[in-house]
């Protein structure tokens, strides 16, 4: 007996039948998808097409890829990208390198009283950068500050922290990785905590120290939890506004202008919004780029 | 339960889409804090340049919208009422016309706000229009050009500084307001403490005597305290100490706007006599160079560690309120020998627009608020002296003579519209110098190429 073969339903009444299946679900996420487009999708396309256009007051333009031309014969462009380059290498690796210590040290720790400090560690996490912004432009103050008043107690002379274009970025640097990142010793601990006793306990049966189990177990199984965090502390890092725009405004002498300052600056400040597309558009690459990068040499499966 | 869900998933979306309906670039205008006075009212006298209208033919009912800065609606503080009585002043006089007011403030929040408002074009038609701003807008075709509002009794009455600022491509595009005559304020009881005598504007101090009295003045108290002989507003972008710029004859620009100067013996020259203050006489806070406006004015009246301060008017209320010891000096005199100021112009510009009627009417306010009227109906509305010769409204006190006195003593640069790169760049050379990081030679050599590529461009 011969069955007559099997008829596809059509696109119409595939349609139907998804839509019967799933209208509730489509229903559900409409709102945060109309978010999504309207405040999202929506000006990341219009950003797009900005970025060949010439905006001005009477209207736009295209004009193809001169404002890429500018941004890239423009020398305030590139000062700012090597800033932003130094402060994101010397936050990422303090970040990580910190927020890996503090996880491993509280690790034998009680479960209390790790929560107590991981706690701890995230509070800075829920100020707002420009409270702690302040914070610091206090603490570097040359004449009443409170690292110039620690200077004076061992005979010193005052620094000029923000004042001196040899060092203001670094004064920056320096008060973003003195702050260790919450965010990073929370998620360290728990991956810490996930990897199994056993593996322990086999190095001390061979008799591995502390040290050396940090070095052939803990961190190599720890890889995925540091790829991500490096992923996002290097997007975090590519992206410093507030802390430059509050605490230094860029200067002196732009030696601590970065990127998306720069973008800032460029539109609501000269209103060139075709440009600051633009730049915009270039750091999108670059993170990407970097993202890539850190997912081909970091992103190993590790299963245990 | 389900239901239940819906409903309230469908009024989410609802709310959001209302919200987003309502957020139209142009911030909504206020309503007038009082509706205008019944056309039967006796009108006040204004300068309005038009002849009253006949008694048959009645006035067309317009409808303008005035954004200013620093306005709040329902404010208490003294810049909003002082707003609101002006408006309301003119709204009496000229029946016809009524006057929505926007408030912006002075920050780059504001400037968004204006810029959106003059990208659609619509709900604004005078606006405060910063110097820099002047020349992008007049070259965008965004003002309407003041000279056929103009009377000959105008054109005689205005100072020419206050023209020439507003100035673009021979025509102007902007009322003269004020200008914000930058001067020395001194602390009188630092002075006596240290029997340093005030100079005078019949006898100003020569460059070498107020480095003598800046050094004379820079000293630390018993208890410890360090006082240093000046100070000024000079993170990049200020231009505070802008007038020490031009004591030796230096420029920055030619006369005519189109050949970058200031790298010539006398610009050169007055630039490290201004950096000589921090590194070689050392008379300035370790800020001096990159310290902002509300962080020199703290030092000056509430930390009182520095005797003199070069700023602009808009200060003196706020000592004048807490009866702070003030003197107001002239800036020094460099090789040219005589007196120089420099300030911010306040300027009221018209926006374009294709209405006539609403043209005029514009107009007419934006010449009302930069009178000698404005000055008579509200008092305190003159913040610093006016740009027109009939404007003595200003001058109400012995510091303020000093400011009013100085305008005449003006040097102001033509407004050329160069991209704001080069005015990002020209700031940071100006802070290299007073860092210490390069001479006035080695910074203005480096900025000179890429500024006069962009006067070139802005001329063509």
Not at chain 2, 121 to 125: K, L, P
Not at chain 2, 234 to 243: I, L, N, Q, R, T
């Given at each position: 007996m011969v069955h007559p073969p099997a008829t596809r339903p059509g696109l119409a009444q595939r349609f139907v039948q998804a839509w019967n299946k799933y209208k509730w679900s489509y229903f559900f996420i409409f709102p945060s998808m109309l978010l999504f487009f309207i405040f999202t999708a929506y000006p990341v396309g219009q950003a797009f097409l900005l970025a060949f256009q010439k905006v001005d007051l009477r209207g736009s333009e295209w004009i193809g890829l001169k404002n890429f031309q500018d941004i890239f014969a423009s020398k305030l462009f590139w000062l700012s990208m090597q800033h932003t380059f130094i402060y994101a290498a010397f936050v990422v690796a303090a970040w990580l390198v910190t927020s890996l210590l503090v996880a491993v040290l509280i690790q034998p720790l009680h479960n209390r009283i790790q929560s107590l400090f991981r706690a701890a560690f995230y509070l800075?996490?829920?100020?707002s950068i420009v409270v702690i912004s302040l914070v610091w432009i206090w603490i570097f103050e040359p004449q009443f500050g409170f690292f110039n008043y620690l200077l004076s107690l061992i005979g010193q002379e005052p620094v000029r922290w923000l004042q001196n274009p040899r060092i203001a970025l670094w004064s920056i640097v320096l008060s973003t990785v003195l702050i260790v990142p919450g965010s990073g010793v929370v998620i360290y601990s728990a991956a810490i905590g996930s990897i199994p006793r056993d593996y322990y306990e086999a190095a001390e049966v061979e008799g591995a120290n502390g040290f050396q189990k940090l070095l052939h177990i803990t961190l190599p199984l720890l890889n995925p939890t540091t790829l991500y965090l490096m992923v996002i502390y290097t997007i975090a890092g590519f992206q410093i506004f507030e802390r430059v725009y509050i605490m230094t405004g860029g200067g002196p002498i732009n030696r601590t202008t970065t990127i998306v300052q720069l973008i800032y600056q460029t539109a609501f400040s000269d209103f060139n919004f075709g440009r600051a597309s633009a730049q915009g558009l270039i750091l999108f690459a670059i993170i990407a780029i970097f993202s890539m990068i850190q997912f081909k040499f970091l992103g190993t499966d590790i299963e245990y | 339960m389900k239901r239940q869900l819906s409903l309230l998933s469908i009024l989410i979306v609802l709310s959001m889409l209302l919200g987003a309906c309502g957020g139209v670039a142009t911030p909504a205008a206020p309503e007038p804090t009082q509706p205008p006075p019944a056309a039967t009212e006796e009108p006040i006298a204004t300068e309005s340049p038009t002849e009253p209208p006949a008694a048959t033919e009645e006035p067309k009912p317009v409808t303008i919208t005035f954004y200013q800065r620093g306005y709040v609606e329902g404010g208490t503080d003294a810049g909003t009422v002082n707003t609101d009585k002006a408006v309301q002043k003119f709204m009496e006089a000229n029946p016809h016309i009524t006057v929505k007011i926007v408030g912006i403030p002075w920050t780059a929040e504001g400037d968004t706000k204006l810029e959106t408002a003059l990208a659609a074009?619509?709900?604004?038609?005078v606006f405060r229009v910063t110097s820099p701003n002047l020349p992008r807008y007049a070259k965008q075709g965004i003002l309407s050009e003041i000279t056929p509002f103009l009377t000959e009794e105008d054109k005689a009455d205005f100072y020419e500084s206050g023209f020439q600022v507003a100035t673009v491509d021979g025509k102007v595009w902007a009322w003269p307001l004020w200008v914000t005559a930058i001067s020395i304020f001194a602390n009188t009881e630092i002075f006596a403490e240290r029997g340093v005598e005030l100079p005078s504007l019949d006898a100003p101090w020569t460059w070498d005597e107020f480095v003598a009295a800046a050094k004379e003045l820079t000293f630390k108290r018993d208890d410890g305290t360090q006082v240093f002989g000046f100070t000024s507003s000079?993170?990049?972008?200020?231009?505070?100490?802008?007038?020490l710029m031009y004591i030796d004859g230096g420029r920055i620009l030619s006369e005519d706007g189109k050949t970058f100067v200031q790298n010539q013996p006398e610009g050169v020259s007055a630039l490290d006599k201004m950096a000589s203050l921090a590194l070689e006489h050392k008379v300035t806070p370790p800020d001096f160079g990159t310290v902002d406006q509300a962080g020199v004015r703290s030092q000056f009246k509430d930390i009182k560690n520095v005797a003199m301060l070069m700023s602009t008017p808009g200060f003196i209320p706020d000592l004048e309120k807490e009866n702070f010891p003030l003197a107001v000096l002239p800036p020094p005199m460099g090789d040219m020998g005589t007196l120089v100021s420099n300030g911010a112009m306040g300027l009221f510009a018209v926006v374009d627009v294709e209405d006539q009627d609403q043209l005029k009417a514009a107009h007419e306010l934006a010449k009302y608020l930069t009178g000698s009227q404005v000055a008579k109906d509200v008092e305190g509305w003159q913040l610093a002296p006016g740009l027109r010769r009939s404007n003595t409204s200003y001058a109400t006190t012995p510091s303020r003579e000093v400011i009013a006195k100085l305008v005449e003593f003006g040097v102001y640069e033509v407004p050329v519209a160069v991209p704001a790169e080069v005015g990002t760049n020209y700031g940071a050379m100006l802070q290299a110098i007073i860092l210490g990081e390069m001479t006035g030679q080695e910074a203005m050599d480096a900025i000179a190429e890429e500024y006069q590529a962009a006067l070139d461009e802005a001329n063509k």
């Open positions: 800075p996490n829920v100020i | 074009r619509s709900d604004i038609n000079s993170k990049w972008g200020a231009v505070e100490y802008y007038p």
